[in-house]
């Protein structure tokens, strides 16, 4: 049996879902510009909240990567605020499409619909609140938000600000809804939720992925776990490694497309260790390498066969030798999870290999991995990075929101 609180939320979004797929885009701009506009209004009741999210996760010991990713502030606030403004200018998607004319007169258009009701199941980043609702609501969606307890205190004052202007702006009540019940047996329910629940999007840690793909019965678009790597190629022009390794490992090493692995060619190893060994040190990034770099680094800590595996999501970063591009392919073919992978070469035929074998959602030459991201490819805010191969895959904007939809007209046309 499901909870009869649940099954008034799926009620209440089955039926404005009904009215929202047929918004204009102009009132769901209007409705996106107040959103961002409340956000501002009730910054202070927004970091009060917050805060004290903040204490109990530093209270229970949760790690200082998985506090900072929580913790917002008035400048963070007003990026989430600018966010929906950049949405209100991205291409509606929904009516998109062709028509073609068969020979019998049929005049098939091929259009995009939203999907329907989405719920997404996330874990303690606060700022994904308001960034699938935003791209949920612009792409015609209701969505169904259930975040992590972590951030629980931030998340409802964060729904109901932003659910109180979409409604202000005479959009359904009920397009956006957050579910605050942290029991998890609530969210079992929601997977089998399928009368309802179109689409199912979880959007966290490996575990919580793992655990909505292998128990939903609603379909899943898995977005997948960061394992990133950057080869640095023998032919690689240092001046351009160097920077791209600290920026992928550094800038914001709590995210799932930062660097969580580093492998070096052979070749220059000996030369190349050195000068990124002493970078990494410079911004306390602790290296964990394979025998040969402890042998060239003296201060990195031997690597486990779980540091190939793991998504560190810290300033930690796993470091090995290969043999040449092949060594580095086996590599990242046997531990990648499809996310982002990138080559530093100067070398055109290595590099055109690199991004020919290597079978992931974003492949990178000369780049850093932290450009994966919908903001960054001119998306404007994500719903999450798909690994996976149907449907969507990548950054996940405004068009990964919608599906097919078949209008076909005709004049009195039968099958023969």
């Given at each position: 049996?499901?909870?009869?609180?649940?099954?008034?939320?799926?009620?209440?979004?089955?039926?404005?879902?009904?009215?929202?797929?047929?918004a204009s885009t102009e009132s769901k701009n209007d409705a996106l510009i107040l959103?961002?506009?409340?956000?501002?209004k009730n910054e202070g009741e927004i970091l009060k909240a917050n805060s004290l999210?903040?204490?109990?996760?530093?209270?229970?010991?949760?790690?200082?990567?998985?506090?900072?990713?929580?913790?917002?502030?008035?400048?963070?606030?007003?990026?989430?605020?600018?966010?929906?403004?950049?949405?209100?200018?991205?291409?509606?998607?929904?009516?998109?499409?062709?028509?073609?004319?068969?020979?019998?007169?049929?005049?098939?258009?091929?259009?995009?619909?939203?999907?329907?009701?989405?719920?997404?199941?996330?874990?303690?980043?606060?700022?994904?609140?308001?960034?699938?609702?935003?791209?949920?609501?612009?792409?015609?969606?209701?969505?169904?938000?259930?975040?992590?307890?972590?951030?629980?205190?931030?998340?409802?004052?964060?729904?109901?600000?932003?659910?109180?202007?979409?409604?202000?702006?005479?959009?359904?009540?009920?397009?956006?809804?957050?579910?605050?019940?942290?029991?998890?047996?609530?969210?079992?329910?929601?997977?089998?939720?399928?009368?309802?629940?179109?689409v199912i999007i979880p959007r966290g840690g490996a575990g919580l992925i793992q655990?909505?793909?292998?128990?939903?019965?609603?379909?899943?678009?898995?977005?997948?776990?960061?394992?990133?790597?950057?080869?640095?190629?023998?032919?690689?022009?240092?001046?351009?490694?160097?920077?791209?390794?600290?920026?992928?490992?550094?800038?914001?090493?709590?995210?799932?497309?930062?660097?969580?692995?580093?492998?070096?060619?052979?070749?220059?190893?000996?030369?190349?260790?050195?000068?990124?060994?002493?970078?990494?040190?410079?911004?306390?990034?602790?290296?964990?390498?394979?025998?040969?770099?402890?042998?060239?680094?003296?201060?990195?800590?031997?690597?486990?066969?779980?540091?190939?595996?793991?998504?560190?999501?810290?300033?930690?970063?796993?470091?090995?030798?290969?043999?040449?591009?092949?060594?580095?392919?086996?590599?990242?073919?046997?531990?990648?999870?499809?996310?982002?992978?990138?080559?530093?070469?100067?070398?055109?035929?290595?590099?055109?290999?690199?991004?020919?074998?290597?079978?992931?959602?974003?492949?990178?030459?000369?780049?850093?991995?932290?450009?994966?991201?919908?903001?960054?490819?001119?998306?404007?805010?994500?719903?999450?990075?798909?690994?996976?191969?149907?449907?969507?895959?990548?950054?996940?904007?405004?068009?990964?929101?919608?599906?097919?939809?078949?209008?076909?007209?005709?004049?009195?046309?039968?099958?023969?």
């Amino acid at each position: 049996m499901f909870h009869p609180e649940l099954i008034e939320i799926g009620q209440r979004a089955k039926q404005a879902a009904r009215q929202l797929a047929f918004a204009s885009t102009e009132s769901k701009n209007d409705a996106l510009i107040l959103m961002s506009e409340a956000l501002l209004k009730n910054e202070g009741e927004i970091l009060k909240a917050n805060s004290l999210d903040v204490q109990a996760a530093e209270e229970k010991g949760l790690k200082k990567s998985l506090v900072n990713r929580l913790r917002l502030t008035s400048a963070s606030i007003a990026q989430i605020s600018q966010s929906l403004k950049e949405v209100v200018a991205l291409r509606d998607p929904v009516g998109e499409g062709e028509v073609w004319t068969r020979p019998n007169g049929l005049r098939i258009q091929q259009t995009r619909v939203p999907l329907g009701v989405v719920a997404m199941i996330y874990e303690a980043r606060p700022n994904v609140t308001v960034d699938a609702a935003a791209l949920c609501l612009k792409s015609g969606n209701v969505v169904i938000l259930r975040g992590g307890s972590e951030a629980l205190e931030s998340n409802k004052v964060l729904a109901r600000v932003i659910a109180e202007a979409a409604e202000e702006s005479s959009l359904p009540s009920g397009c956006i809804q957050l579910i605050t019940e942290t029991n998890r047996e609530w969210v079992q329910q929601l997977m089998r939720l399928n009368d309802y629940v179109d689409v199912i999007i979880p959007r966290g840690g490996a575990g919580l992925i793992q655990t909505v793909v292998q128990n939903a019965t609603v379909p899943v678009i898995e977005t997948g776990t960061g394992m990133c790597h950057a080869f640095v190629d023998r032919d690689a022009d240092y001046e351009k490694a160097i920077p791209i390794v600290l920026n992928a490992k550094t800038q914001n090493p709590g995210v799932c497309n930062a660097l969580e692995t580093m492998l070096v060619d052979d070749a220059v190893a000996e030369n190349f260790l050195p000068l990124i060994g002493e970078e990494l040190r410079k911004n306390q990034v602790e290296i964990k390498g394979c025998s040969r770099t402890c042998e060239i680094l003296p201060y990195a800590v031997p690597a486990i066969e779980e540091d190939w595996v793991a998504e560190h999501l810290d300033l930690i970063l796993s470091v090995k030798v290969v043999s040449g591009l092949d060594g580095a392919l086996d590599h990242i073919y046997k531990y990648s999870t499809k996310h982002s992978e990138t080559i530093i070469t100067e070398n055109y035929t290595r590099a055109q290999r690199f991004l020919r074998e290597i079978d992931a959602a974003a492949v990178y030459v000369n780049a850093s991995t932290r450009f994966t991201d919908g903001g960054r490819f001119g998306f404007g805010a994500e719903i999450g990075i798909s690994t996976q191969k149907l449907h969507a895959r990548g950054p996940m904007g405004l068009r990964e929101l919608t599906t097919i939809k078949y209008i076909v007209y005709g004049d009195g046309q039968i099958v023969k």
